[in-house]
């Protein structure tokens, strides 16, 4: 049972460039979210899904799309990198509902865009 | 909008000492509060809290939640150097859920 896992851990773009950030889950949860973190802030989030098929925004969408075709995927693209997205970037999943709302994280990407 | 805040936003103290974390929340359709201990990577879980005055104790740490005022506290009792991090709070409405900024706490030997 590997959980969230990330790919890449590191990434250097240039402005301008396009990537897609791979998030998996094998714990068949329903809900999937994306966060970035810059540095000494809290987590934003990006966009969640709670099914496959189904994705909506969060507070700072803007550059980003995901897409959610199956439960255990959820990529995020970002097209047109741009130094503000440089950042920590985290996944999450969580069942549906249920005893338990925690969220278990991913180990993160690190982008940097210059 | 939702919102989260937290305080202090740091804070240092010596080994032993006891320290308590606030989290301040307007969101609509609450879910749930959560209390995550983030060192230098991914968040880690430490409390869930879905109803009023109900205490949740792990070891040190301890946590309460008011729903009608709005807020939660996290303690840690008897501080050590190993419970130096950041401390995010996290509400959960239906679906999404929104983080405050945390709190960094620094326990010095």
């Known amino acids: 049972n590997a959980g969230v896992t990330q790919t890449p851990k590191f990434r250097i773009l240039k402005i301008g460039q396009s990537m897609t950030l791979q998030c998996a889950q094998d714990?068949?949860?329903?809900?999937m979210y994306w966060y970035r973190q810059d540095p000494g802030m809290g987590l934003k989030l990006i966009y969640y899904s709670v099914g496959a098929g189904i994705t909506d925004k969060g507070e700072v969408p803007n550059g980003y799309n995901v897409s959610r075709s199956t439960t255990e995927d959820f990529p995020l693209r970002l097209e047109l990198a741009a130094p503000s997205q440089t950042s920590v970037y985290f996944c999450?999943?969580?069942?549906?509902?249920?005893?338990?709302?925690?969220?278990?994280f991913g180990p993160g990407t690190r982008l940097t865009v210059t | 909008e939702d919102k989260v805040v937290q305080s202090p936003l740091s804070l240092v103290v010596h080994e032993g000492d006891t320290v308590t974390l606030n989290c301040s929340y307007e969101v609509t359709n609450f879910r749930s509060l959560l209390w995550y201990k983030q060192e230098k990577k991914a968040p880690t879980f430490l409390f869930m809290l879905t109803s009023s005055g109900i205490e949740k104790k792990s070891g040190r740490l301890s946590s309460i939640l008011d729903k009608k005022e709005l807020f939660s506290i996290l303690n840690i009792t008897a501080t050590q150097t190993g419970d130096s991090a950041v401390y995010l709070c996290?509400?959960?409405?239906?679906?999404?859920?929104?983080f405050g900024d945390g709190t960094t706490l620094t326990v010095k030997p």
């Open positions: 996290a509400v959960l409405n239906a679906g999404k859920s929104t």
């Open positions: 714990m068949n949860h329903n809900y």
């Open positions: 999450a999943s969580r069942n549906w509902a249920g005893s338990s709302y925690e969220q278990y």
